[in-house]
C-alpha cells in the first residue's frame, strides 16, 4: 500500500517530468524548422528531435529525483533502476499528428510497479491540458481550472461513441474486428491518437479499441482511466499494460458487450 505522502511525491514527480516536456516539445510544434527522420525503411514511423528532447529532459527529472527507479521510454529504451519501480514514457505519443502541427498528440507518463501502471499523466502542451489518474483518483487541468473527471456510464453499444487511431486499427482481420464493434456504436471518430483516451477518462466518448500498440503507449492511459473508473484490457479480457490489442471502456457493460464481438 502506497502513503498518501508518497503518492503526493510520486504525483509531482511525474507532473515536474511532464512540465519538462512541455518546453521540449512547444519549442518545435509548428514552428517550421522540424526534421523529421523515418524509423522504417519500407514504411513511414516518424520521429523528430522533439521526441529525444522531450525524453532527455523527463529522464533528467529522474535522475536527480528518483534516481533508483527504473526507465523504459520509446526513444532511450530501458535504463535498470532498484525501486521495483519503473517509469513508462512515450515522450510524443502522436508523431505523425505533432508532424503535422494537429493538437491531438500527447506525452505519456506511466509508473509501473510490476502489475501494471498505479498512475498515468495524458498530457497535451499545446492546448495546456493535463490528465492524471492514479491511486482511485483521476483530474483534468488547464491552467488555474482544476476538476475530477470520472468516465461516464454507458450500458450498450448503440449509445456508445467509440474512437481508434488509424481506420485500419491493426491487421486486416483486426479492421474487421473492430468494423464489427463500430458498426453497433452510435458514433465512430478516428484520428485522435492518446487524446482520445484522455477524452474517455474525462466521461466524453465511451470506447477506444485498438491494436499493435508498444508498453509505452497504454501504460499512462491505463493509470489516467483506471483512475477515473474506467478499465483498459486486451481484447481477451487480460492485462493490457504490455501492450497488444487494447480496448478502453468507460463502463464494464458496454466494454462485455465489445469483447464479445471481438472474440467471434
Not at 61 to 70: E, F
Not at 199 to 227: F, H, K, R, T
Request: net charge negative; with cysteine; proline share 4%.
Amino acid at each position: 500500500m502506497v502513503s498518501t505522502a508518497e503518492q503526493s511525491a510520486l504525483r509531482a514527480v511525474a507532473e515536474e517530468m511532464a512540465d519538462a516536456a512541455r518546453v521540449a516539445t512547444l519549442r518545435y510544434f509548428r514552428s517550421g524548422k522540424l526534421a523529421v527522420d523515418n524509423k522504417e525503411t519500407d514504411g513511414f514511423d516518424p520521429v523528430t528531435v522533439a521526441d529525444r528532447e522531450a525524453e532527455q529532459a523527463m529522464r533528467a527529472v529522474l535522475a536527480k529525483k528518483r534516481p533508483h527507479d527504473a526507465i523504459f521510454g520509446e526513444e532511450f529504451g530501458h535504463s535498470a533502476g532498484s525501486s521495483g519501480l519503473t517509469w513508462v514514457l512515450d515522450p510524443i505519443d502522436g508523431t505523425r499528428a505533432y508532424i503535422s502541427g494537429a493538437p491531438s498528440w500527447g506525452v505519456l507518463i506511466g509508473l509501473d510497479n510490476g502489475q501494471g501502471p498505479v498512475l498515468g499523466i495524458v498530457d497535451q502542451p499545446f492546448t495546456g491540458e493535463r490528465f492524471f489518474g492514479g491511486f482511485g483518483k483521476a483530474d483534468w487541468r488547464r491552467g488555474d481550472q482544476r476538476q475530477a473527471i470520472t468516465a461516464r456510464r454507458c450500458a450498450a453499444l448503440a449509445s456508445a461513441t467509440i474512437m481508434t487511431t488509424f481506420p485500419e486499427v491493426g491487421t486486416p482481420d483486426e479492421a474487421a474486428a473492430f468494423a464489427a464493434v463500430s458498426a453497433k456504436c452510435k458514433l465512430t471518430r478516428f484520428g485522435l491518437d492518446c487524446y482520445a483516451y484522455a477524452l474517455l477518462a474525462m466521461g466524453q466518448i465511451d470506447l477506444v479499441i485498438e491494436a499493435g500498440l508498444n508498453a509505452y503507449d497504454v501504460q499512462g492511459p491505463i493509470g489516467l482511466i483506471e483512475g477515473a473508473g474506467g478499465l483498459v484490457t486486451d481484447w481477451q479480457g487480460g492485462p493490457a499494460y504490455q501492450g497488444g490489442q487494447i480496448i478502453a471502456a468507460g463502463d464494464a457493460r458496454v466494454h462485455a458487450a465489445a469483447l464479445e464481438i471481438l472474440n467471434r
